[in-house]
């Protein structure tokens, strides 16, 4: 985009958000202020290295401390050692969870965005990791910690901070919020004089920032520079739709959130080297697609329906919802993605199958993920409802028995088919470290801390982890092959190209299928997975029954040519 052109569009937006600010002066620094950070770091920046957006892609995501080794040994050192050896073949985009000093939350209670945690490494071990591999880091950017910098200068009056923080007083109207979290929003507090309200989203540690003061979209703005000039070129937004708040609304997807994303595309495709950013908008699915605006905001947002619709697929060997939606659900626009995950480091969303699932199907999804060993975080609907808002389980355990398998026999299956389709899907496949190994539910560390997310975020030793490895028929190796045998089999079709076409099928309640048509138009791939504990047939067109099939299994066919599956198989089948 040429310069002049630019500069007018970020002026315009910032002058949209702060139309009602008193100094305009101040706005006119503010909003040159970004155009000359631009303009510094192109000027810095000789080479150009942009994110390679193809079938290769995929995605690790991570805690820096997910494997350990000793008190003293610092957490990156390890999991760059570790990661050398067991995942870079298959991973070449590295979503570090957020890993500066924090207070709760593990991790997203920010103390100092500046810094790394000294229990986990240095900005030279980010910036390393970098010369080989994306980095996606997280900028909690919708809170900050009640220990932090920015809240002890808040309390002291003192810059940077003291005009940060998101206070209200008794004439502001809250009734409509819409709230994630049960506890209470509003505290209470008396400072300079003055009793005001603090507003806390998401706990009572992490109070919400201020960002109708334009100062503080600047500090994050720069923040952002800060990070790009450590080696990263992916940021996710977490928590981003709660972001500006007005007296009498939802207080969520305010127009100037969306505005905000704007500007942050406008600096971000205006970069030598080009970032991407991707928005963490937990929500029902409309709302959540909207964070693709005209295809100037996120480049990439998470596609957070399919977890919830591939687990009760797959649980109650019935797929008509799954299919459903995704005969509706919108194809990409080029220069965008979805995020296909099946776990992270939170739990299970339920707010996106909002509209999907039934209330009496959620129900049955829910009775069976309890006894499968789940707990479940509430949202807040009222002073007297509240809903589920996640189901917190690690996959291995959601996936461990179903009403059609009290035993278990087929978890493994199950678990591979889930994994199957979501690296089949249009978009960019992404993997929760611990579920490359098949982990288990975390029960110990929940009971100690009584965090329902902390039954999903399981710390390895890396003596230990490494040791299971190297055991043909442990349960980590059994797993971690199988995973990786995937993506490496994905990682060599173009038909899974990120924005390859993607055309859905229907096969009836037993099946999901979908096709996907690479770019160029050289490669068809059939993607279909038996979701039930039966040997199930189907009849298929006969040029697929000519095709290889790229996971190596070999066709069964009946006499009347019905395609044969193994309970929970799946093929992708390609024609060249």
Same mark, same amino acid.
């Given at each position: ?7 007018s ?14 100094? !305009?002066?101040?706005?006119k *620094?503010? /909003?040159?202020?970004?155009?000359? =950070?631009?303009?510094? +770091? $192109?000027?810095?920046?000789? %080479? ?5 957006i ?19 040994? !610092?957490?990156?050192?390890? *999991?760059? /050692?570790?990661?050398?050896?067991? =995942?870079?073949?298959? +991973? $070449?985009?590295?979503?570090? %969870? ?14 100092d ?15 390393d ?13 919708n ?5 932090g ?22 004439k502001?109207?809250s ?25 806390r ?24 520079f800060?990070?790009?000039?450590r ?13 500006w ?38 929500l029902?699915?409309?709302q ?6 005209k ?13 919830p ?15 459903k939606?995704?005969k ?9 993605s ?9 739990g ?11 209330k ?18 509430y ?76 039954l999903?975020r ?37 038909a ?10 229907n ?10 048509i ?24 006969s ?29 992708w089948?390609?024609?060249?």
């Amino acid at each position: 985009m040429d310069q002049s052109i630019y500069i007018s569009k970020i002026n315009k937006i910032f002058h949209d958000l702060y139309k009602s600010y008193e100094d !305009k002066n101040d706005l006119k *620094f503010y /909003s040159s202020e970004i155009s000359n =950070l631009i303009k510094d +770091f $192109n000027r810095r920046i000789k %080479l150009s290295k942009n994110l390679l957006i193809d079938e290769k892609l995929s995605v690790l995501i991570t805690y820096a401390d997910n494997i350990t080794a000793g008190k003293n040994k !610092k957490k990156l050192k390890i *999991f760059k /050692s570790f990661y050398a050896r067991f =995942l870079r073949n298959y +991973f $070449n985009t590295i979503h570090f %969870l957020p890993f500066y000093p924090s207070s709760s939350d593990s991790g997203f209670s920010v103390k100092d965005h500046y810094e790394v945690d000294g229990k986990l490494g240095t900005w030279e071990d980010i910036k390393d990791l970098s010369k080989y591999n994306s980095i996606m880091a997280d900028i909690v950017i919708n809170h900050s910690s009640s220990r932090g910098i920015w809240f002890k200068n808040f309390l002291l009056n003192k810059s940077p901070g003291n005009d940060y923080f998101f206070t209200i007083d008794k004439k502001f109207n809250s009734k409509n919020v819409v709230r994630p979290r049960e506890h209470k929003l509003l505290k209470k507090i008396k400072i300079r004089n003055k009793t005001t309200y603090l507003w806390r989203t998401f706990s009572p540690d992490q109070i919400d920032l201020n960002f109708k003061n334009p100062k503080v979209l600047i500090r994050f703005i720069k923040i952002m520079f800060f990070l790009i000039n450590r080696g990263v070129n992916i940021f996710r937004l977490d928590a981003i739709a709660y972001l500006w708040k007005e007296s009498g609304t939802k207080c969520i997807n305010h127009s100037n959130t969306h505005k905000i994303i704007k500007l942050l595309r406008i600096i971000c495709s205006n970069l030598k080297q080009k970032k991407i950013l991707i928005t963490e908008t937990n929500l029902p699915e409309k709302q959540n697609l909207s964070y693709f605006g005209k295809n100037d905001q996120a480049n990439w947002i998470y596609n957070f329906s399919l977890p919830p619709l591939i687990i009760k697929s797959l649980l109650f060997e019935n797929g008509s919802e799954l299919t459903k939606w995704s005969k509706k659900f919108p194809c990409l626009k080029k220069g965008t993605s979805y995020l296909n995950f099946l776990a992270s480091h939170d739990g299970v969303g339920m707010r996106p199958v909002e509209g999907l699932l039934t209330k009496s199907s959620l129900n049955k999804l829910f009775s069976r993920l309890k006894k499968n060993g789940g707990e479940f975080s509430y949202r807040k609907i009222n002073s007297s409802k509240k809903q589920v808002y996640e189901a917190n389980i690690t996959l291995f355990n959601a996936f461990k028995a179903s009403d059609f398998d009290e035993n278990g026999n087929y978890s493994l299956e199950r678990y591979l088919a889930a994994h199957s389709i979501i690296l089949s899907f249009e978009g960019v496949p992404a993997f929760y470290f611990n579920s490359l190994f098949g982990t288990s539910n975390d029960i110990s560390k929940f009971i100690i801390t009584d965090n329902k997310r902390d039954l999903n975020r399981y710390k390895w030793n890396n003596e230990r982890l490494i040791k299971n490895l190297k055991i043909n028929n442990s349960k980590q190796s059994v797993f971690y092959n199988e995973m990786t045998n995937l993506i490496k089999i994905r990682r060599k079709q173009k038909a899974f190209h990120p924005n390859a076409q993607r055309k859905n099928l229907n096969f009836g309640s037993k099946f999901y299928a979908l096709e996907r048509i690479s770019l160029d138009k050289s490669q068809k791939i059939l993607a279909i997975t038996n979701l039930t504990s039966k040997t199930q047939v189907l009849k298929i067109n006969s040029k697929y029954l000519k095709s290889k099939n790229l996971l190596g299994q070999k066709f069964k066919i009946t006499f009347d040519k019905e395609l044969v599956f193994n309970p929970f198989q799946t093929f992708w089948l390609s024609v060249n």
